[in-house]
């Protein structure tokens, strides 16, 4: 790596960087403009037991201290206390939950990737085959049922009629919990990635330096795999923020219904409790999640396709 | 100009499937308006003597009725009228939002180019779903917030497709000769720019909505949008998901219903593309 590509790594580092402070902030002046107190539907309250109740989660403080303090606490990786669930602070719900949306959302990945790339090169390969047609037909299925409609349809299936797999539950982690879950999140992004792949191989496989590859003698695998593979998934990796996106976004249905004990049921929770703590915390989990993601995409990029490297 | 137009809806008259998917859309467009208003239930009428039926013709519910006996048939059409609504308000708002910003930030250029559209990346950027529901926690749960925050995040690629567009067309000679003219910026930019970029985005609007469906659904499973006694597709699913052991209609009517408007909403989007003969990017 030159200089310049270490200094224009540092520079999308410190957008980054900015980015989350901007979000953090928004977020939080957000909060604080609310109409109404998290503390409105106490009743009967004392008017000093209320001031107590304010003092103790720093309501008399001026705006500016309250952001002041916020920040500082949260570089110690403290997100304050929950204004619902009384006895826990914010952090120690996220580290509950972290774990199983990660695992969650980390398999859900790795499966579209995988899945997908493979689906779309072979749809690619051979066109108007099975593969091509099940692709398409995947894609517009990925793309048409939601999957709060999918995953209650596949437990009534699975779970309710055949008794196949559990309906709902964590277990910690067992295969035959997640195995429902993990497949509604991943079948959008798949659909997506498939399509893409499809595109860019097709794309790649017209070039004239693969014509040359070919003509060389070189067996079909090792053009795709030497040659092809890398700059047709470009326009995968630009795909993968909003896969990621897709991927949480959905975990949030998913893990309300099958009732897992993940990040994305709290936000969910905590948004119908106005419980702003727990959702500010949860907003920016999330951000630094996807904003960590673009950086990775951006180092991804160099890799995959060298002109990327010297962008200004 | 006509003649394009001319062409592409031949084009669409031919494609059987355009065809079936527009028909779809506007038959159950027409049923969601007229249905509730002829059919002797309401929706949010109880019928104590039929909780939870089956769907059949002998107690008078075609497609049953939910665990408050409220006719499922009746309320799925009022719940697929609100979602239809919201979604093409909100992609109206993107439309609008999105043509304006990206004509604006094409044809001005330079620098106010690069910060308007830098704007737009950082936007993009953002988990925007947890903006809108962070809203809804802070704002409470009203359909005017819902249609705001879902239009507040539509317009972003719509502005990027303008935008593209209109720097194709700018440096072209009747921008040329509408400048030469003495026409104002504001003039050239809605009379001259837009009309001439409009394929595309109409294609990226139709294709918006059923993003918005999705959205307002979405938020609405989750219990952040439409509230009770009024129902969306998303609240009918989450009632639905719920029930559905003892009574699966619940959630099979609505979700059914919902995945066929969204599939039929995405082809014909697709087939307009084709018959417009752009790529839509």
């Known amino acids: 790596m030159g200089m310049r590509t270490i200094r224009y790594f540092l520079g999308r580092f410190g957008g980054a960087a900015a980015t989350l402070f901007a979000i953090v902030t928004i977020s939080f002046f957000l909060m604080r403009l609310a109409p109404g107190g998290p503390f409105d539907e106490e009743q009967n309250l004392p008017a000093d037991a209320m001031a107590n109740l304010k003092a103790r989660y720093g309501f008399d403080q001026p705006l500016w201290n309250q952001y002041g303090r916020y920040l500082a606490a949260l570089a110690r990786g403290d997100f304050g206390p929950s204004y619902r669930y009384r006895d826990v602070t914010v952090t120690e719900l996220i580290g509950q939950g972290l774990p199983v949306s990660a695992t969650l959302g980390a398999i859900a990945i790795a499966l579209a990737l995988c899945v997908g790339v493979a689906l779309g090169t072979a749809a690619a390969l051979r066109q108007d085959s099975l593969a091509d047609h099940g692709a398409m037909v995947l894609a517009v299925a990925g793309i048409a049922i939601p999957s709060f409609v999918l995953l209650p349809f596949l437990d009534l299936i699975f779970g309710i009629h055949l008794h196949w797999l559990p309906v709902a539950g964590w277990e910690r982690g067992s295969a035959p919990h997640l195995l429902l879950p993990v497949l509604v999140l991943c079948l959008p992004p798949l659909a997506t990635i498939a399509r893409l792949t499809r595109a860019g191989m097709l794309d790649v496989m017209r070039s004239p330096y693969v014509r040359t590859a070919f003509a060389k003698g070189l067996p079909l695998s090792t053009v795709i795999l030497r040659h092809a593979m890398r700059p047709a998934l470009v326009p995968v990796a630009g795909y993968l923020v909003p896969a990621v996106a897709a991927i949480m976004t959905g975990s949030l249905v998913v893990e309300s219904i099958a009732g897992l004990p993940g990040i994305g049921r709290y936000l969910v929770q905590g948004a119908l409790n106005r419980d702003y703590t727990l959702v500010l915390g949860m907003v920016i989990v999330y951000s630094t999640f996807l904003i960590g993601m673009g950086l990775l995409v951006d180092l991804l990029y160099a890799w995959l396709d060298p002109r990327i490297r010297f962008r200004p | ?281």
């Open chain 2, 1 to 281: 100009m006509s003649g394009i137009w001319r062409d592409t809806a031949r084009r669409l008259r031919s494609n059987r499937l355009a065809l079936g998917a527009a028909g779809f859309i506007l038959g159950i467009a027409l049923l969601s308006i007229v249905g509730p208003l002829v059919d002797a239930n309401r929706f949010d009428s109880l019928d104590w003597s039929n909780i939870a039926v089956a769907p059949g013709a002998q107690h008078g519910h075609w497609l049953g009725t939910d665990r408050l006996g409220r006719d499922m048939l009746v309320r799925t059409l009022d719940g697929t009228r609100i979602s239809l609504l919201i979604g093409m308000i909100a992609a109206s708002m993107s439309l609008v939002v999105g043509v304006a910003y990206g004509a604006i930030a094409g044809f001005a250029g330079g620098g106010i180019d690069r910060w308007m559209m830098r704007l737009v990346e950082i936007m993009s950027g953002l988990p925007l779903i947890f903006f809108v529901i962070l809203l809804t926690v802070l704002f409470g749960r009203g359909l005017f917030l819902l249609l705001s925050s879902i239009g507040a995040i539509g317009w972003l690629t719509m502005a990027r497709i303008v935008r593209g567009q209109t720097l194709s067309v700018r440096r072209r000679e009747f921008i040329e000769a509408a400048v030469a003219g003495g026409a104002g910026p504001a003039r050239i930019i809605f009379k001259h720019v837009v009309p001439n970029v409009i394929g595309p985005v109409i294609v990226y609007a139709m294709l918006t909505v059923p993003q918005m469906i999705l959205f307002e659904s979405f938020l609405s499973f989750l219990g952040l949008g439409i509230q009770e006694p009024h129902a969306s597709l998303g609240t009918l699913i989450a009632d639905g998901a719920g029930e559905m052991e003892a009574a699966p209609w619940i959630l099979l009517v609505p979700g059914g219903l919902l995945a066929l408007l969204l599939l039929s909403f995405n082809l014909f989007g697709d087939c307009l593309r084709d018959a417009l003969g752009s790529d839509g990017s």
